[in-house]
């Protein structure tokens, strides 16, 4: 058991040192570039941001909130040293690293009709759907989920885009439309009980917080810290 804790030991003696290099800097203060996804950056970000100033107080971090397909451009131009995503990536030239799987549910108005009922995916393909804009990751996760059931949006007669989470949920709230979002942009709705979640048979989905950053660029210590950082708080808290 002894042996099994060398790695993790010399991990922390790393960490450690590296926060030492960085607080005895001379320098006034270091920056990272950090991209946040839409959903993780409307409904967490502050927390991770005020955790970290904590830790880390002569590290500024500059934090970009875009879609997923924007940020890993970001990344790709090294306009960003890493990003935090909730979506699928096809970019070969970033690494990724999962944490925790966020639940996916549909949310509909609380008098919606359709409430009560037993759906399949397929008895919605008359209803309204509010989608977020191409590049979110919401809008793909849910596309690789009708691409199990040989569905594509082509199907829906009624798909409509909405360019951010909160219209999305106000459009929902008030009217007949439903929508693809995940659970933890929407709890306070759910509690409150303004949304609904809408049952539907098999519609199981999560997806996995992802960090990417560049193949081909090394992280510095203070990235990595970051990294570490963004682990251990989602660990613990989401």
Same mark, same amino acid.
């Given at each position: 058991?002894?042996?099994?804790?060398?790695?993790?030991?010399?991990?922390? &003696?790393?960490?450690?040192?590296?926060?030492?290099?960085?607080?005895?800097?001379?320098?006034?203060?270091?920056?990272?570039?950090?991209? &946040?996804?839409?959903?993780?950056?409307?409904?967490?970000?502050?927390?991770?941001?005020?955790?970290?100033?904590?830790?880390?107080?002569?590290?500024?971090?500059?934090?970009?909130?875009?879609?997923?397909?924007?940020?890993?451009?970001?990344?790709?131009?090294?306009?960003?040293?890493?990003?935090?995503?909730?979506?699928? *990536?096809?970019?070969?030239?970033?690494? *990724?690293?999962?944490? +925790?799987?966020?639940?996916?549910?549909?949310?509909?108005?609380?008098?919606?009709?359709?409430?009560?009922?037993?759906?399949?995916?397929?008895?919605?393909?008359?209803?309204?759907?509010?989608?977020?804009?191409?590049?979110?990751?919401?809008?793909?996760?849910?596309?690789?989920?009708?691409?199990?059931?040989?569905?594509?949006?082509?199907?829906?007669?009624?798909?409509?885009?909405?360019?951010?989470?909160?219209?999305?949920?106000?459009? &929902?709230? +008030?009217?007949?439309?439903?929508?693809?979002?995940?659970?933890?942009?929407?709890?306070?709705?759910?509690?409150?009980?303004?949304?609904?979640?809408?049952? &539907?048979?098999?519609?199981?989905?999560?997806?996995?917080?992802?960090?990417? *950053?560049?193949?081909?660029?090394?992280?510095?210590?203070?990235?990595?810290?970051?990294?570490?950082?963004?682990?251990?708080?989602?660990?613990?808290?989401?």
């Amino acid at each position: 058991k002894g042996n099994e804790l060398i790695p993790y030991l010399t991990s922390l &003696v790393k960490l450690n040192q590296m926060a030492t290099d960085i607080f005895q800097t001379k320098e006034d203060h270091v920056q990272i570039h950090l991209g &946040v996804c839409l959903t993780l950056g409307n409904y967490f970000i502050n927390e991770i941001i005020d955790s970290f100033y904590e830790a880390y107080p002569k590290i500024e971090l500059v934090v970009y909130v875009e879609n997923t397909r924007k940020l890993e451009v970001m990344l790709s131009k090294n306009e960003i040293d890493i990003a935090l995503s909730l979506g699928p *990536t096809a970019q070969l030239n970033l690494n *990724t690293k999962t944490l +925790k799987e966020q639940e996916m549910v549909i949310i509909a108005a609380k008098d919606n009709p359709l409430l009560g009922q037993t759906l399949s995916i397929e008895d919605l393909t008359d209803k309204k759907i509010y989608l977020r804009e191409e590049g979110a990751g919401t809008r793909d996760v849910f596309l690789l989920y009708l691409n199990k059931y040989s569905l594509s949006l082509e199907d829906f007669s009624m798909i409509k885009t909405a360019g951010s989470i909160e219209l999305v949920k106000q459009l &929902v709230s +008030k009217g007949n439309g439903i929508a693809p979002i995940y659970k933890l942009s929407v709890e306070k709705e759910l509690e409150n009980r303004t949304l609904r979640i809408l049952p &539907v048979e098999d519609f199981k989905i999560s997806y996995p917080m992802t960090i990417l *950053t560049p193949k081909n660029v090394a992280l510095s210590g203070t990235t990595q810290l970051l990294i570490n950082h963004l682990i251990t708080f989602i660990q613990k808290n989401l």
